[in-house]
């Protein structure tokens, strides 16, 4: 596909001011003939939107694949003001949802144009029109059950390496179990995961951290908890030298061929350790939904949301909403520990 000519200097811009720009021009092509006003106020009222659930003051070319789907399908469960039936979805229409895409696709070649972005992040969402309805419980958090199942698979999964069975070449076990790990207890965007190299994981007073390249230059250097080093240094001692083929020296993940992983081989590990869960704890999930429950876990056991904001590497507080799901009970629980309420023992 040929890619649009844009400015060689990259404009850093909010999203607020690109959505103000665009509006600018899509009245401009009004006033000319060449959008209709029907069509303006489409585009005029999806980017308005659009600025809403991405946050205003947003740098726009910190957006990646991820976001956008997460923006995408935030859309999808918003309210739909025309359904007044109660006790019916009253959530957006598939219509009305692949319209919100169009019209946000639409911005992002236009501000690829006007050298706003670097690259296109509509090119790397995962999330599809048809897809969106059926991916939207594999997009929220895991419950605790939920998660602990996935964990104790992915541990067993690890040891279950040495088995017998498979070309020793081949096998991948250490490497899923890693993967689950890193994005279930770190919550890492999953272009942040495949973009590690082994150079990135370091030993400062004892303690294993990951330093992550994450979006807009920022780094950020996270502890790793035990259960995680564990299987780490085990991959690094055995499970990685198997599958090095001298192709790729850095990086941390690799495939069974020796090639660094890509972004789309992530769900396909996951898969197959849930396939490993118990079915009554087992329920799909994508590398996104692993993300949230990251933060709607951390946040849940009263973490501070600022250390919350930081593992996942946030510029603004204000961004945990969109991460932060419902766990049931949570209220409940809540109530029962109420800090003002507490009766001494004495």
């Given amino acids: 596909m040929v890619q649009p000519m844009r400015p060689a200097d990259l404009q850093h811009v909010t999203v607020q001011h690109a959505v103000d720009s665009y509006v600018e021009m899509v009245q401009a092509k009004t006033v000319t003939g060449q959008f209709s006003p029907g069509t303006a106020e489409v585009y005029n009222r999806d980017v308005a939107t659009f600025a809403e659930l991405a946050g205003a003051d947003r740098m726009l070319d910190d957006l990646a694949g991820d976001d956008i789907d997460a923006i995408l399908l935030a859309f999808a469960r918003r309210p739909d003001g025309r359904k007044r039936t109660v006790g019916k979805d009253s959530s957006q ?6 319209r919100f895409r169009r019209s946000v696709s639409a911005f992002f070649h ?9 690259l296109n992040p509509m090119q790397a969402t995962t999330v599809t029109s048809k897809q969106r309805g059926g991916l939207r419980s594999q997009r929220r958090a895991l419950t605790l059950e939920q998660a602990e199942g996935l964990l104790g698979a992915a541990q067993r999964t690890a040891d279950t390496d040495t088995d017998e069975g498979r070309r020793s070449d081949q096998r991948t076990e250490l490497r899923d179990a890693l993967i689950v790990l890193l994005l279930t207890a770190v919550g890492p965007r999953v272009s942040e995961l495949t973009r590690a190299n082994v150079e990135d994981f370091f030993v400062n007073g004892g303690i ?8 807009g230059g920022r780094t950020r250097d996270l502890p790793l908890p035990q259960a995680v080093t564990r299987i780490l240094d085990a991959y690094l001692a055995e499970g990685r030298s198997r599958l090095d083929r001298g192709a790729e020296p850095r990086a941390l ?9 890509a972004r789309g081989d992530v769900q396909a590990v996951i898969d197959r ?3 490993r869960v118990d079915p009554g704890r087992r329920r799909s999930v994508t590398p996104h939904g692993l993300r949230h429950t990251t933060a709607t876990h951390l946040l849940a056991a009263a973490t501070d949301m600022d250390a919350v904001r930081r593992v996942l590497g946030h510029a603004d507080l204000s961004t945990l909403g969109r991460y932060r799901d419902e766990l049931p009970g949570e209220l409940e629980a809540a109530m029962r520990v109420h800090p003002l309420l507490r009766v001494s023992d004495a």
Avoid: C, D, E, N
Avoid at 93 to 98: I, V
């Fill in 208 to 215: 294993r951290y990951w330093r992550i390249f994450g979006k």
């Fill in 273 to 275: 350790i849930l396939a």
């Fill in 110 to 118: 236009h501000a690829t144009i006007a050298g706003w972005v670097q």
């Fill in 93 to 98: 229409s598939p219509a009305s949802q692949a």
């Fill in 253 to 261: 993940l690799l495939s069974w061929r020796g090639k660094r992983l």
